[in-house]
């Protein structure tokens, strides 16, 4: 099973990855992991939402991992709210992680993972000099006048 994470960092920076496998399964909204088991040793993360496959957003007020449909005025999941007080019913994930999940949230509390998480820069190749030749200005045809 492949999830897609999104790794925030402290300096505002976020990196995106993907991984194989059930490491996450079963963890919370606010729940502190282990850099070990998403392949970045010495870390510590925190897991601060996600979505579901078909993209509805994770709230951590919601119990569970199915969807379910909320009435809510603010919040995650709730766009645009017309009238002071008006409430929406919206349908969200919940807090849990599980196997419909296809994004995950993440922020760095501890350690530097910023080296691990940067592509090693491919180096240009010098590319040898040709001359181009100067393109041909094209000559614009005079419109005539339309005569009436």
Known sequence: MKMKLCIG????????????GNSLINKRIGEKIDGNLIGFPGAEFEITGGSDSAGFPMRKDVPGASRKKILSGKGIGVQKVNRKGMLVRKTVA?????????QVNLMVVKGDIEKQLKPAEPKE??????????????????EKPEQS
């Open 9 to 20: 960092l402290k300096n505002g920076k976020s990196y995106s990855r993907t991984v194989e």
């Open 94 to 102: 919940g807090r849990r992680v599980n196997e419909k999940t296809a």
């Open 125 to 142: 190749e010098a590319k040898p000099e040709t001359k181009e030749e100067p393109k041909k200005e094209e000559t614009k045809k005079e």
